[in-house]
């Protein structure tokens, strides 16, 4: 099939890399030209695990292309949306321009029956919109639009494309149903697809985010509990895991939840359900949690280190998660923002995410060449990114580089017992400090 994806980022590319290894014909387009000029180069745009070689794959044979010109859309049996729906700087609602532009700008050059495939998280009720545009540009124009949510964790976007839990497909007509499990036509046996109506399939992609997210809040409170009554939320979280009904995943307690999605998506859920007159409690409280959480763990650090003046912090990891080099939202920037509120000499270290970092936090911080670096001279060493690689490091040697070995495990990455033996004072979540 012919495919074209508008937008090359952290859903698009993937997307386009990942149907193009499905012998898909796929272009993508981007208005940035830069980005575009790239691509077309065999320079890959961002990180993401694995993608690289893909990608190198599927451009030497021809099946993916990039181009700036809408004039891609041109005989593609499917159009897929990737742009991005930022939160309104004012309103705090998804910004829908960059969907409505693309609609518009896309619409003239739909030649034959064409499926639009809304793959950007948008309010309920935007396919009926992106239609109306859609119609008003090109009246002759034979095409339906459906949803199409994705799911895709970032870093782990490749694996997620290809192993996907279920593909939910929001279409209101039987051809365009039939079109895309034409594209998904590989996954059959081993995937569920879901039919549903649009605004079904446009209300799942909120509905699970806001539901991970309040997941992720509620191991978190649990984990404030922990710390008072003595109990240790690794174990308590596998105890509930072990429940099928409750499930084992998104049951890691840390500093709060970040990134591009959760923050985004649970404040343009509760939003559009006030709109609707619907009150989302437990999303509200979510929402409120966890952005006082970071706050929170910023105060933590620094009560390790009360008794120094002008203490001097390492942190290991800038990336809003392990496995990307995106620091959107990420409570690493947002702990490191508020301790520098009150003047903190910070220096750290991740293994991707060191350049997008600097483009927010500037020079205010220093930025560690090589992660030995963190330890130097620290009066504590604060674990905010949760990269498995910080698991193999020999903090025996590194602490020998610090001038008091304490520690914030704020991802519980570090055997406790074993950094006590080494003289450390080390605090991690959801656990009795000592
Ligand atoms: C999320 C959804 O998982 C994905 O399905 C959706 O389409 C896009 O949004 P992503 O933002 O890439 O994906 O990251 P995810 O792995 O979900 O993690 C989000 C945040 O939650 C990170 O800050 C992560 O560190 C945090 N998290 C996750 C926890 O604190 N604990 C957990 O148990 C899981």
């Not at 739909?110 to 950007?120: C, E, H, Q, R």
């Not at 992720?216 to 105890?239: L, P, R, T, W």
């Not at 007159?277 to 979510?286: C, N, P, Q, R």
């Not at 966890?290 to 912090?313: G, L, S, T, Y």
Request: charged share 25%; glycine share 8%.
């Amino acid at each position: 099939m012919k495919i074209a994806i508008v937008g090359t980022g952290y859903v698009g590319l993937p997307s386009g890399v990942g149907f193009a290894t499905l012998k898909h014909n796929v272009v993508c387009i981007d208005k940035d030209q830069e980005k575009i000029r790239a691509l077309q180069s065999g320079n890959v745009t961002l990180y993401e695990n694995g993608m690289e070689e893909l990608f190198g794959q599927v451009v030497k044979k021809g099946n993916l292309k990039f181009t700036t010109s809408f004039e891609g859309v041109k005989d593609a049996d499917v159009v897929i949306l990737a742009v991005g729906t930022p939160p309104h700087p004012k309103t705090k609602e998804a910004d829908m321009r960059y969907i409505y532009a693309a609609a518009e700008e896309l619409a003239p050059f739909l030649s034959g029956y064409t499926v639009i495939a809304d793959k950007s998280t948008v309010p309920v009720g935007t396919g009926d919109e992106v239609e109306k545009i859609i119609r008003q540009k090109n009246p002759n124009a034979d095409f339906d639009v459906v949803s199409l949510p994705e799911f895709l964790r970032e870093g782990y976007a490749i694996h997620d494309f290809f192993n996907p839990d279920r593909i939910v497909v929001g279409a209101d007509s039987k051809r365009a149903c039939d079109v895309i499990k034409e594209l998904y036509k590989s996954f059959e046996e081993k995937t569920q697809i879901l039919f549903v109506s649009r605004k079904s399939a446009e209300t799942v992609k909120y509905a699970s985010n806001a539901f991970l997210a309040m997941k992720i809040h509620y191991i978190n409170e649990m984990a404030d509990f922990c710390e008072k009554s003595g109990a240790d939320i690794g174990q308590v979280a596998k105890g509930m895991g072990l429940d099928k009904r409750i499930g084992n995943k998104f049951l890691n307690a840390g500093p709060g939840y970040g990134g591009s999605c959760f923050p985004k998506d649970t404040t343009a859920m509760a939003l559009m359900a006030q709109k609707y007159g619907v009150k989302m409690g437990l999303i509200e409280t979510t929402i409120a949690g966890n952005k006082a959480r970071k706050i929170k763990m910023a105060e933590r650090i620094f009560d390790i280190v009360k008794d120094i003046k002008n203490p001097k912090i390492g942190v290991l990891g800038l990336a809003f998660k392990n496995g990307t080099d995106d620091v959107r939202e990420s409570p690493a920037v947002e702990i490191i923002s508020a301790m520098l509120e009150k003047g903190a000499d910070i220096t750290a270290f991740d293994y991707q995410a060191t350049d997008n970092a600097k483009k927010v936090l500037l020079d205010k911080i220093k930025y560690a060449h090589a992660l030995e670096d963190v330890f130097d001279d620290a009066d504590v060493v604060a674990v905010l990114t949760e990269w498995e690689e910080f698991k193999a490091l020999n903090i025996e040697k590194l602490a020998s580089k610090m001038r008091h070995k304490r520690m914030v495990d704020l991802r519980n990455l570090f055997d406790g017992q074993y950094l006590r033996t080494l003289g450390f004072v080390y605090d991690a979540i959801g656990c009795v400090k000592n």
